[in-house]
């Protein structure tokens, strides 16, 4: 490949995401050198408009050849075995010192993994999280690099050159820490966004179970982004209620089939909650919905076969309003249990995670940009951080002023039909949070029953078993 200039980093994946991040970077001073196995996107790349910052190669050798020392490479691939292949057919053409970046979604237990096989090697291995979609990848998304330290100072000056800017001005990238820290905070944030979808979702059906048509239903969306819950996805949430369909007239979203689907980020963080022993049940719920909206065929022959519920009373004029701090609670509520995942996995693995910091590069950029993150960032800035998001003072008193508005909404919703597992395990975890004493005591006593588990008692310490069946 022949090129003026030596490359400032190569990207390797020419697809949306990977295109609009060299397209990024060129527009920010930084010669891109892409490589792509599609010829048509490497044309593509090379006539992009941002012109002789951004030159395609035929092949990864050729692009790395056209890379200035150390090398700095960006892979956007899908995760999954297609990163494996290229770090394999790239490890020979690198020098120690070298850095790779997967920027993709990959999972960050493959990414310890990456880490351990490339440790000793000399090249430099980072995973980062890169939230915002075609647009932020182009104007300004939120990245999440972490994995070896030696990196960052490599590429400091080109990912926060081109990340989105918080309301302050600062940078939405900073250092994660080691190990797979960046790509597990991505999937943190992908799933508080399944959750933050699905809440807005059920809002939108209460609404509609209300009286209010689309279109109303989107000016109350709108009406929320004004205020305390301003955030990135009410505001798309409105524009779509306000879109017709060209050819029938009817609000576009009612042509749209209500099945929903994922692509495994939401599993995985629902998992890493299971493995790590975190109470984040609203994360999960969000990923069940999504799988109760796909068995659309079930749905609609048990329609014609389950009985609900009788006629309930009519939602009242305020109810907008009860369901605004309804909505606001839950939101917290699951920001709290992605919170909570996070600061487990930092004393599992001991990255050393800035929750502060990521709550400040979660403000702009990415798709769960809100103003709600103001009021976490704060939170986690104190000498010491709160055990969870929730015990914060500020966060606890806004918790007290949602939870009667949650409660009233949960069971309108239960009394209509309308499923709302989002707000109903917001509250359910909420309820189990500030609760001095659990049922658990008796579910000891069953285990210890059946299986002679041993339990322990509130009077005295030790671990203790009870012959059940003999005689009391």
């Given at each position: 490949?022949?090129?003026?200039?030596?490359?400032?980093?190569?990207?390797?994946?020419?697809?949306?995401?990977?295109?609009?991040?060299?397209?990024?970077?060129?527009?920010?001073?930084?010669?891109?050198?892409?490589?792509?196995?599609?010829?048509?996107?490497?044309?593509?790349?090379?006539?992009?408009?941002?012109?002789?910052?951004?030159?395609?190669?035929?092949?990864?050798?050729?692009?790395?050849?056209g890379l200035a020392?150390?090398?700095?490479?960006?892979?956007?691939?899908?995760?999954?075995?297609?990163?494996?292949?290229?770090?394999?057919?790239?490890?020979?053409?690198?020098?120690?010192?070298?850095?790779?970046?997967?920027?993709?979604?990959?999972?960050?237990?493959?990414?310890?993994?990456?880490?351990?096989?490339?440790?000793?090697?000399?090249?430099?291995?980072?995973?980062?999280?890169?939230?915002?979609?075609?647009?932020?990848?182009?104007?300004?998304?939120a990245i999440m690099?972490?994995?070896?330290?030696?990196?960052?100072?490599?590429?400091?000056?080109?990912?926060?050159?081109?990340?989105?800017?918080?309301?302050?001005?600062?940078?939405?990238?900073?250092?994660?820490?080691?190990?797979?820290?960046?790509?597990?905070?991505?999937?943190?944030?992908?799933?508080?966004?399944?959750?933050?979808?699905?809440?807005?979702?059920?809002?939108?059906?209460?609404?509609?179970?209300?009286?209010?048509?689309?279109?109303?239903?989107?000016?109350?969306?709108?009406?929320?982004?004004?205020?305390?819950?301003?955030?990135?996805?009410?505001?798309?949430?409105?524009?779509?209620?306000?879109?017709t369909d060209p050819?029938?007239?009817?609000?576009?979203?009612?042509?749209?089939?209500?099945?929903?689907?994922?692509?495994?980020?939401?599993?995985?963080?629902?998992?890493?909650?299971?493995?790590?022993?975190?109470?984040?049940?609203?994360?999960?719920?969000?990923?069940?919905?999504?799988?109760?909206?796909?068995?659309?065929?079930?749905?609609?022959?048990?329609?014609?076969?389950?009985?609900?519920?009788?006629?309930?009373?009519?939602?009242?004029?305020?109810?907008?309003?009860?369901?605004?701090?309804?909505?606001?609670?839950?939101?917290?509520?699951?920001?709290?249990?992605?919170?909570?995942?996070?600061?487990?996995?930092?004393?599992?693995?001991?990255?050393?995670?800035?929750?502060?910091?990521?709550?400040?590069?979660?403000?702009?950029?990415?798709?769960?940009?809100?103003?709600?993150?103001?009021?976490?960032?704060?939170?986690?800035?104190?000498?010491?951080?709160?055990?969870?998001?929730?015990?914060?003072?500020?966060?606890?008193?806004?918790?007290?002023?949602?939870?009667?508005?949650?409660?009233?909404?949960?069971?309108?919703?239960?009394?209509?039909?309308?499923?709302?597992?989002?707000?109903?395990?917001?509250?359910?975890?909420?309820?189990?949070?500030?609760?001095?004493?659990?049922?658990?005591?008796?579910?000891?006593?069953?285990?210890?029953?059946?299986?002679?588990?041993?339990?322990?008692?509130?009077?005295?310490?030790?671990?203790?078993?009870?012959?059940?069946?003999?005689?009391?």
């Amino acid at each position: 490949m022949a090129a003026a200039q030596a490359g400032d980093i190569g990207v390797v994946g020419l697809g949306v995401m990977g295109w609009n991040l060299a397209r990024n970077l060129a527009r920010h001073g930084f010669q891109v050198r892409g490589h792509d196995l599609d010829a048509g996107r490497r044309e593509r790349f090379a006539q992009g408009e941002e012109g002789a910052r951004m030159a395609a190669a035929a092949s990864l050798q050729d692009m790395v050849q056209g890379l200035a020392r150390p090398r700095r490479i960006l892979l956007m691939v899908p995760a999954g075995a297609a990163v494996d292949t290229v770090l394999a057919q790239l490890r020979p053409l690198l020098a120690p010192g070298d850095v790779v970046i997967d920027g993709g979604n990959s999972r960050y237990t493959d990414t310890e993994r990456r880490l351990a096989e490339l440790a000793g090697g000399g090249i430099v291995f980072v995973g980062a999280g890169v939230s915002g979609g075609e647009q932020g990848a182009l104007e300004g998304p939120a990245i999440m690099p972490g994995g070896d330290p030696q990196a960052w100072p490599l590429v400091r000056p080109l990912l926060q050159a081109i990340a989105a800017r918080a309301p302050d001005g600062s940078p939405c990238c900073e250092w994660m820490g080691g190990g797979a820290s960046g790509h597990f905070v991505k999937m943190v944030h992908n799933g508080i966004e399944y959750v933050d979808m699905q809440l807005i979702c059920e809002a939108y059906a209460l609404l509609r179970s209300a009286g209010l048509d689309d279109r109303a239903a989107g000016e109350v969306f709108g009406q929320w982004n004004r205020g305390e819950l301003e955030s990135y996805l009410l505001a798309i949430t409105a524009d779509i209620l306000a879109r017709t369909d060209p050819e029938s007239g009817d609000p576009l979203v009612e042509r749209i089939l209500d099945t929903a689907q994922q692509k495994g980020t939401g599993q995985w963080a629902t998992q890493a909650a299971l493995e790590l022993g975190v109470a984040a049940p609203t994360l999960g719920e969000a990923v069940f919905a999504r799988a109760l909206s796909a068995a659309k065929p079930l749905r609609l022959q048990a329609a014609g076969v389950l009985p609900g519920p009788g006629r309930a009373a009519p939602a009242g004029a305020g109810f907008p309003e009860q369901l605004r701090l309804a909505f606001l609670g839950a939101r917290l509520g699951a920001y709290a249990q992605g919170f909570h995942l996070l600061q487990a996995a930092d004393a599992e693995h001991r990255w050393g995670l800035p929750l502060a910091t990521i709550a400040s590069v979660w403000r702009a950029g990415c798709i769960i940009r809100a103003r709600l993150l103001e009021d976490i960032r704060a939170a986690f800035q104190g000498e010491a951080a709160p055990a969870h998001l929730l015990l914060a003072p500020g966060l606890a008193a806004t918790m007290g002023r949602c939870q009667q508005a949650l409660r009233e909404v949960v069971a309108a919703a239960a009394l209509q039909g309308v499923p709302v597992p989002a707000f109903a395990s917001a509250l359910a975890t909420y309820d189990g949070l500030r609760s001095a004493r659990l049922p658990a005591n008796l579910l000891q006593a069953q285990r210890d029953y059946f299986g002679a588990h041993g339990y322990q008692r509130v009077d005295r310490p030790g671990q203790f078993h009870t012959d059940w069946t003999a005689p009391a």
